[in-house]
């Protein structure tokens, strides 16, 4: 199906680059994305450096106003404020970024996240107006033992509950299945165009077709320039979490694909 949904190709650096190296990184490929974006509206483009590289990030976008690149936080809380030592909240992130990436599956193998929890966060980033690119996926086993589907709608259902109409529809999912990440084993896009084509088939049970046609999902998983064409030409793919190879020139040449490979 024909879609007007905005691609994104967002930029997991995940726990590398602190402030310095992130800032030098970040001067060096913001001019190449956004001379990208400036000619391809159709996409966009975030980067999501570690919170302690946020300020650093920023800055540097603020020099570069026509970029059209935005910066994303990898994680936050829900709390507005308070005696929460080593978080941070919604409301902080906001001073700066556009987006938040929650509930990426490191996040809930290493730090225990929950459903629950990620559904807190979630509410939260939507009540600051922050864009929540909330992950979802399934493990090796769940895999090998045909349990995609049932894991994806558990966390579709409990990690996305409570939404008003509104809210429903500014969500992005990103689909990354666990045996995909940083493994050089990416799922095949017509793998992932399927599971992700379930994903908005859920969610239209929940919040309704029209909710379900307006948001963005995902793939991330081993996603590099060798083969974000073959993700980005599937109907129901609307972009990439790219980790490893986000913080490498590639991602630059990822971006550059996905704009020229968008399905129509
Ligand atoms: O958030 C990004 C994903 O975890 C994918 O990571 P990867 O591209 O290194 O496989």
Redesign the pocket.
Known sequence: MATSRTAIIAG?W?MNMGPQQASSFAREIIPALGRVIQHNPSIMSILCPPSISLASVHEVLEAMPTSGVELGAQNMYYEDKGAFTGEIAPGMVKELCTTV?LG???RRMYFCESDELVNKKTLAALAYGLRPIV?LGENSEQYDSGETQSVIKAQIQQSLAGLSDEQASQIVI?Y?PIW????GKAATAVGAGHVIHFIRHTYASIYGESAAQAIRILY????TSANIGEFMVHPDIDGG??????IKDDFVEIVRISAETRHP
């Open positions: 997991n995940k990436i990426h599956s490191e992950c990103a990354e995909a990440i940083g493994t991330g998983g081993s996603v979490l790219i980790g490893g190879a986000s």
